[in-house]
């Protein structure tokens, strides 16, 4: 299925649960309720909040759809707007001086004058008479205050109530909705087949914005628009360029943005990508929502508050990196569930699809298994399972999340989903960190091996596969290499203690791409290490190093090599990590693998 | 189809862009009929006749990729094109990239094979000189020698396409794995309708063991 196609799926399954408006209506924050007595005086302004977070914030609500409103001429929405529509007053933002906007408030006018004409309605009638009331120097006398002009106004009749108790505002007395239908109907532009749907329906020339990527634009951006003249073909101008029909262009859009909502389950920002997920309904609402949550912990775990927690997390998890069944996990989910993975980045007004992914659940489950199965390493790194964000943070300069190369996210979130290789621009950039001084920790070495175990088994030359500890007898001379500067490190520690530059911070970018022109020099200054070693107060640590040296050097058949690739680097580096830390070593004081899992992905 | 042709075809990449992510372009998992009929008038086309694709088969993994590439974000006007005829002068008709340099992501398709199950029609432009075993052989010669008008492409201008003649029998062998023989491809550009005020016509494209139908342009199945 396409991507719209599929959003507009979702959007069904939402209105079923009553969680996204009608055609037509969009969910809007709205501040104030301004309440008017038939005879369109202004009885009191009611503020209309909700209570659910911190601070009393305005409150999201269904009303007549809002739209674009680029170029100057101001257009107005119905039955709701800001104050500077609704009132033709708004604040300066330097000067902090109420300012008055004829022009938008005009417009106001306008359309309420066309569309409520000759009404019947006591609601609507009284907004008529509101307008034809209405002056600025009625605003304090009113109740309003400047604070307010920035927000979002809506009407309400003195009284009014649904027929649970509840305050009807005047979009939805069922006149108002009338004469909204007959306006949204009159505004679809020609018909033609949707290529959504496949059926005949007026076509939308704009398609709605799309709110709550991260980094796109705060007013929303569009996934189909044409912007310039190089977008469109065929003569075809706009939305014609890629027929889809008014309903279904609602549909999607109202779909993506539950999706991407402020506190949604279905969202994770990875990097530059904004991921969004959901399952079809087809084995049930329930079972749905569970495929949602678990998929939400595989690729971001939870954070553990403590070491119980962890243990928890881990054991919920743990089937999955085994590679076993979903049914272990989660036996109430319907295997077959299909899941539809969503990444999407901003390119300025537009997002552009990073990745789109359409499986079974049980599928996807299986892949990310696998990929923590590549990344498994000993001493393990994390207390729970790495989170996706963890990965791609080691790959950016200072550890910043804006750091991390643009397209990455996706590249490597596409290949965890999929199965397939990672992008080699991963194991490129984590080697660089390592050689530009960055700590060589766990999570770095992980990911070395990720790529090159999953290159080894996909790829037409088949290599060992990586060992996941230490391996003594491993031949392969990068990683020999890596094991034996681990050693030559510890020795200078050994002897020297804590010194201003080790040799890790001075050779480790020169000793893992070019071991032939450093190691030399290095193992001659070993021997001055070993010496104060064996002459000091432990000469059985001296020995010990030396015996290692030997058993390395042993193993190393042809002389140090002139220089390493980027594979060869990366096993380099695995080599260091897996000597440096297991066994002993990892009694030693510092041990920088045990990742903080206190920073939260978005 | 006693005039089918199967052409097989192969590239590194492609990008059979959907209409409705055009700008910051995202591939159709499939090749698409224009697509295919592209390649095949890029080796031989006449007035005389008229290519349609009957199916498309799906040699390889279906894998994406994103890349960024700079692109303009404007054309030369018809207008523009229209002056310059008339005065004889093509100093005006220019346009500077690096001037009008966009850089847009695409999500692209890498590594794809498809065998083109195509046939052709004689249109009304055939004069007497014109029969479909003259044309049938003219293709296959040129097909088999590698000879084309403009480098065939896959999708874009960028992915050039390789291609061989398959004769009678050939068939590659397809790589395509199990799970992705079968999938709903929805719906899909089949052509535009020069004619008819250039309307796009659509079909349902789905995967049936490997291979894409493509209807008939006359059919039921295609909705404008």
Redesign the interface.
């Known amino acids: 299925?396409?991507?719209?196609?599929a959003l507009n799926g979702y959007y069904d399954r939402l209105a079923d649960r009553g969680e996204v408006p009608p055609f037509g209506y969009s969910t809007e924050r709205i501040a104030h309720i301004i309440v008017l007595s038939p005879e369109g005086e202004t009885v009191e302004i009611l503020p209309w909040q909700s209570l659910s977070g911190k601070k009393a914030e305005p409150r999201p609500t269904a009303v007549p759809q809002s739209f674009k409103r680029p170029g100057t001429t101001p257009r107005s929405f119905f039955l709701w707007d800001n104050g500077k529509f609704v009132l033709g007053l708004g604040v300066d933002k330097v000067t902090r001086q109420r300012v008055a906007h004829p022009a938008n408030h005009a417009a106001f006018q306008e359309l309420h004058r066309r569309l409520l004409a000759g009404t019947e309605d006591a609601g609507l009638a009284a907004l008529l008479r509101f307008l034809d009331g209405w002056s600025a120097d009625r605003f304090d006398a009113c109740g309003f205050t400047d604070a307010m002009l920035d927000q979002n106004f809506m009407f309400m009749l003195d009284g009014d109530r649904n027929d649970r108790g509840e305050p009807r505002f005047l979009h939805d007395r069922p006149a108002a909705r009338r004469i909204w239908e007959r306006a949204v109907a009159e505004g679809a532009g020609g018909e033609?087949?949707c290529?959504?749907t496949?059926t005949?329906q007026p076509i939308a020339r704009l398609h709605p914005a799309i709110k709550g990527v991260m980094d796109a634009q705060s007013s929303g951006a569009s996934?189909?628009?044409?912007n310039?003249?190089?977008?469109t073909?065929?003569?075809?101008e706009q939305g014609l360029?890629?027929?889809?029909s008014e309903a279904a262009a609602f549909g999607y859009g109202a779909a993506l943005n539950a999706l991407l909502a402020r506190g949604s389950g279905n969202r994770l920002v990875i990097g530059d990508a904004t991921t969004v997920f959901w399952a079809d309904a087809s084995g049930g609402e329930e079972s749905a929502q569970r495929a949602e949550v678990l998929f939400h912990d595989l690729l971001s775990p939870p954070p553990a508050e403590d070491a119980d927690e962890a243990q928890a997390i881990r054991n919920a998890l743990l089937p999955v990196s085994q590679g076993r069944p979903v049914r272990e996990i989660a036996p109430e989910l319907d295997e077959r569930t299909r899941f539809y993975v969503l990444g999407l980045?901003p390119?300025i007004a537009?997002?552009?699809?990073?990745?789109?992914l359409e499986d079974s659940f049980a599928?996807i489950a299986e892949r990310v298994g696998r990929h923590w199965e590549d990344l498994r390493i000993d001493p393990a790194p994390w207390r729970t399972a790495p989170a996706v964000w963890m990965l791609l943070r080691e790959t950016a300069p200072l550890g910043k999340t804006e750091n991390i190369a643009?397209?990455l996210a996706?590249?490597v979130m596409?290949a965890i989903l999929?199965g397939?290789r990672y992008p080699r621009s991963l194991l490129a950039a984590v080697i660089t960190r390592m050689r530009a001084g960055d700590p060589v920790n766990g999570v770095k070495a992980a990911i070395c091996r990720a790529c090159l175990n999953r290159d080894s088994r996909l790829g037409t030359k088949k290599t060992e596969e990586i060992p996941v500890s230490l391996n003594r007898d491993e031949a392969n001379p990068a990683y020999r290499l890596g094991r034996l500067f681990a050693v030559l490190e510890g020795a200078q520690r050994a002897a020297l203690g804590d010194v201003n530059a080790s040799i890790r911070d001075r050779y480790f970018g020169a000793a893992s791409a070019t071991p032939a022109s450093v190691f030399p020099m290095l193992l001659r200054n070993s021997n001055h290490h070993l010496a104060v070693l064996r002459k000091g107060d432990k000469p059985r640590l001296g020995g010990w190093f030396e015996g290692e040296i030997g058993q390395i050097l042993g193993g190393l058949d042809s002389g140090f090599p002139r220089s390493l690739r980027i594979e060869d680097q990366g096993r380099f580096a695995i080599g260091y990590y897996h000597q440096r830390y297991s066994g002993k070593a990892a009694a030693s004081t510092d041990r920088p693998g045990a990742t903080e899992q206190t920073v939260s992905e978005d | 189809m006693a005039y089918g042709v199967k052409l097989h075809v192969w590239g590194d990449r492609a990008c059979f862009t959907r209409p409705e992510m055009k700008v910051e372009r995202v591939s159709y998992d499939v090749m698409t009929p224009s697509a295919a009929r592209g390649i095949l008038e890029a080796i031989h086309w006449k007035p005389a006749i008229r290519w349609a694709i009957d199916a498309i088969e799906v040699l390889k993994p279906i894998r994406f990729q994103s890349i960024r590439r700079n692109e303009v974000g404007s054309r030369v006007p018809t207008a523009a094109v229209r002056k310059a005829m008339k005065a004889g002068a093509v100093e005006d008709l220019r346009m500077v990239a690096e001037e009008n340099r966009q850089q847009r992501a695409a999500t692209l398709l890498v590594d794809v094979a498809y065998v083109i199950h195509a046939h052709f029609e004689l249109t009304e432009r055939a004069g007497p000189g014109d029969s479909e075993a003259k044309h049938l052989s003219m293709f296959n010669r040129r097909a088999a020698s590698g000879q084309c008008f403009q480098q065939p492409c896959l999708g874009v201008r960028e992915f050039p396409a390789n291609f061989a003649l398959l004769e009678d029998g050939a068939a590659p062998v397809s790589e395509l794995p199990l799970d992705q023989r079968d999938r709903d491809l929805g719906w899909m550009l089949l052509d535009i309708d020069h004619a008819n005020d250039m309307t796009s016509l659509f079909f349902r494209a789905a995967l049936r063991d490997g291979v894409m139908a493509v209807p008939p342009l006359n059919s039921v199945e295609v909705r404008s």
Request: proline residues 5%; without cysteine.
């Open positions: 299925m396409t991507v719209l196609a033609g087949i290529l959504v496949g005949r996934i189909v628009s044409f310039n003249d190089a977008f073909s065929y003569g075809k360029n890629a027929p889809v980045s390119n537009r997002l552009s699809v990073r990745f789109w599928a643009p397209q996706g590249e596409r999929t397939g």
